[in-house]
């Protein structure tokens, strides 16, 4: 998966003022670096935004003449319950990371560790829920990756195999929801349910596109280059956005498809990688449920697990912070049926546990750092295979030994 320098055959002609001798995948790293500082600044002013809205939430509960039906709600909240909610929320962290550790336990020689993983996707969860339509995930991503020493085209090809993954898990669960559900959605929402079905579609020609760059990478490079050429001469993007989009395009568009290609390679990890997708994003999709039974309901938990699909299909939609908009409206028609009463306290207990309080603690965790030189495929193969694990001892001022010869070679000298 190492980055390509060598121009693509039969691709248009390169923007007269791109630097030819400069090295793409230096200038590709300079991009992303670039972007993650953008996204930080955003970032900084979604956390704000966020905090707003929270309050803005709040005020128009009271202001509604729900405030007394909101305070005893959550005065009567069953706290087992909410953490078991919250416990669901690990659990989509764990299966979110072990999808990277799947990655990176591909390649014997991976400098990726398992803290590495973790900190990976904090950044992700902590950038996308402060950024409009999850815009700096991938950005924020692919530069952690990058600092544990992999290069862009392999950072990039990991985190584009795993973000294909994820679209993928979304349209299969929402595909199957809509299904299974979908005549009660009719009843109980009427037309509405229309405006998710044309979401799904839009999200399944997303995922269409992603895997025609991955499986036909030439001709996708001739549309991107064309297009960015007819912007550049009319003026509407700036000869430097211009330039350094084509340098970008031209240096990733073919790793990420070799990188695709061979992933597949890879068959069953494949395969696994989209099984702990679903974990994840079903156990996301519970949460409403626990938070029903926190508030002294209950529901049909697939009920649950489809009007939760439906809520992140509209959320993904909106192009703001936390999907803010599709999500207020999102849970006012497909859970408001099913909360009655305690909507209100639901809404603010399940957007705590699934929105405000993991972009909180994804804070620290995005400075987690590996220190083992012993990549994540040695550990699993020594875990799998203990007998050919090397026989590890110590001994005080000298450290770690692999075998009683090497303790006395090491007090020779």
């Known amino acids: 998966m190492k980055d390509e320098k060598s121009p693509v055959p039969n691709v248009p002609k390169a923007h007269p003022k791109l630097k030819v001798g400069v090295a793409p995948a230096v200038e590709a790293k300079k991009a992303i670096a670039s972007e993650k500082q953008s996204d930080k600044n955003k970032a900084k002013k979604g956390a704000l ?53 799947i990655a990176a336990s591909l390649d014997p020689k991976s400098p990726v560790g398992i803290r590495d993983c973790i900190s990976v996707e904090a950044n992700g969860a902590l950038f996308g829920n402060l950024t409009p339509s999850n815009s700096g995930a991938v950005p924020a991503q692919i530069f952690r990756l990058t600092q544990t020493g992999l290069d862009i085209g392999e950072a990039s090809a990991i985190q584009f195999t795993r973000f294909i993954m994820f679209q993928l898990g979304e349209i299969i ?14 009843q109980t929402d009427g037309d509405f349910i229309i405006i998710n079905i044309i979401v799904f579609f839009i999200m399944g020609c997303q995922v269409l596109l992603l895997l025609s760059v991955c499986l036909f990478p030439r001709f996708i490079l001739r549309i991107a280059t064309s297009l960015l050429h007819f912007v550049g001469r009319h003026g509407w993007v700036s000869a430097e956005k211009t330039e350094r989009g ?9 790793v990420f498809s070799k990188a695709f290609k061979s992933a597949f390679k890879h068959l069953p990890s494949l395969l696994l990688t989209l099984v702990v997708t679903f974990c994840q994003l079903l156990s996301l999709y519970a949460v409403p449920w626990f938070v029903l039974h926190a508030l002294g309901q209950d529901q049909d938990f697939l009920t649950c697990l489809a009007a939760a699909a439906m809520v992140q299909m509209i959320a993904n939609s909106v192009p703001l912070p936390g999907g803010t908009g599709g999500v207020e409206a999102g849970f006012v028609f497909f859970f408001g049926p099913l909360f009655g009463e305690t909507a209100a306290a639901g809404f603010i207990i399940w957007r705590i546990i699934t929105f405000y309080l993991p972009t909180v603690i994804s804070l620290p965790l995005t400075a987690l750092k590996s220190h083992s030189h012993k990549s994540i495929h040695d550990r699993i193969e020594g875990f799998l295979h203990p007998e050919k694990r090397p026989q590890i001892s110590y001994r005080p001022g000298i450290g770690p030994r692999k075998s009683r010869q090497t303790y006395k070679s090491v007090t020779k000298k």
Not at 77 to 99: D, E, H, I, K, R
Not at 246 to 254: A, M, N
């Open 49 to 101: 935004f966020m905090a707003v809205i929270f309050g803005i939430n709040l005020l128009f509960i009271l202001v509604s003449g729900q405030g007394e039906e909101f305070v005893h709600a959550l005065n009567n909240a069953s706290p087992n319950w909410v953490l078991a909610g919250v416990f669901m929320m690990v659990l989509y962290t764990f299966f979110a990371t072990s999808a990277y550790i």
């Open 173 to 186: 669960i929402a595909a199957v929801m809509l299904w299974l559900k979908f005549d009660y959605f009719l």
């Open 246 to 254: 084509l340098t970008y395009i031209s240096s990733q568009i073919t």
